[in-house]
């Protein structure tokens, strides 16, 4: 079944592109209706207009308060006829009156292996650290930042001459290979939220890809 997907952006939108590779492929059955930035420069908003995508920029800054820059975003997205939300790098925090008539029905990617190194710079705080392990998170969203239930995680070596430029670029490669994958699921009506456990139907217990847990699947283990 396709669903009707809408994106959040705030700068290059190099996950928004792997989102758009994966449905221009057919490895992803979704039909973006619209992507939204908050900046005017954000490259997302370019790519998504070479794809023949609808775009929108609402600038954060002009509106004193976050509840009505949501209510904003809330109107354009049910104009879209939008089913689900995906932030891909974006950078605000959303309020309730964004979640709630979107609730359970709004994902989002994070540079790192949650509960760990929430917030910003993830991939520095990780190089920091000295992880031996780093990665990434393909969650839903709630009221608390990167807080919400797990969908997948991928996960990639960290080395000692890391830093947080060549970690997250490691990182960012597995993050354009899950997000497809945790909204093809999503839009297949495989995943299923247990209190904090998210449950994936059908999903194999055998690690697959790069650690990746659920594992991916073709095409996303190529």
Not at 112 to 129: F, S, V
Not at 173 to 193: C, D, F, K, N, S
Not at 205 to 210: P, S
């Amino acid at each position: 079944m396709t669903i009707a997907l809408g994106v959040l952006v705030s700068g290059s939108g190099s996950n928004l592109q792997a989102i758009l590779d994966r449905v221009a492929d057919g490895g992803l059955d979704a039909d973006i209706r619209i992507v939204i930035a908050n900046k005017p420069d954000a490259q997302g908003l370019e790519r998504a207009r070479k794809a023949g995508i609808a775009t929108a920029c609402v600038r954060h800054d002009e509106f004193p308060e976050r509840a009505t820059f949501d209510g904003e975003l809330v109107r354009l997205l049910r104009e879209a006829g939008v089913e689900l939300v995906a932030l891909a790098g974006f950078m605000r925090i959303l309020t309730p009156v964004f979640l709630t008539p979107f609730a359970g029905r709004v994902v989002n990617i994070h540079p790192a292996l949650l509960p760990a190194c929430p917030g910003l710079r993830a991939q520095g705080q990780q190089a920091d650290h000295g992880v031996r392990l780093a990665g990434c998170t393909v969650h839903f969203v709630d009221e608390q930042m990167d807080h919400g239930p797990v969908i997948i995680q991928a996960a990639v070596p960290a080395y000692p001459d890391d830093d947080e430029a060549s970690l997250g670029a490691r990182i960012l490669e597995m993050e354009h290979r899950i997000y497809p994958q945790a909204l093809h699921w999503i839009a297949q009506g495989r995943v299923r939220v247990e209190g904090r456990q998210v449950v994936v139907r059908d999903a194999s217990r055998t690690m697959g890809a790069l650690w990746a847990n659920p594992p991916l699947e073709p095409p996303f283990d190529s």
